[in-house]
Nanobody, 113 residues
């Protein structure tokens, strides 16, 4: 049974950086993504990466966020730089496209001064 565990969130000032990690217990799928959901909004795809390393980003993340993966460690990362208050959300990882059964608790990212 696959389980995805996110970590690395926290409170950061605007302009700051955070690195999120998603550890897969069981196996890691071909394409993995980071998603986020702010209060009152729909969950959105922030970035995704194939097993071979091909990436795609939401327009809001381009130039600021970098997704990467370590297949040997079964871990996917999201490096977030130049954070803005509008990046505040709960961040989740999942396969792309996502599977309902793999949604975990996520990790809270709060960007505030």
């Amino acid at each position: 049974q696959v389980q995805l565990v996110e970590s690395g969130g926290g409170l950061v000032q605007p302009g700051g950086s955070l690195r999120l990690s998603c550890a897969a217990r069981g196996s890691i799928f071909s394409s993995m993504g980071w998603f986020r959901q702010a209060p009152g909004t729909q969950r959105e795809l922030v970035a995704s990466i194939t097993r071979g390393g091909r990436t795609k980003y939401a327009d809001s993340a381009k130039g600021r966020f970098t997704i990467s993966r370590d297949n040997a460690k079964m871990t996917v990362y999201l490096q977030m730089n130049s954070l803005k208050p509008e990046d505040t959300a709960v961040y989740h990882c999942n396969v792309d496209p996502p599977l309902l059964k793999l949604w975990g608790q996520g990790t809270q990212v709060t960007v505030s001064s």
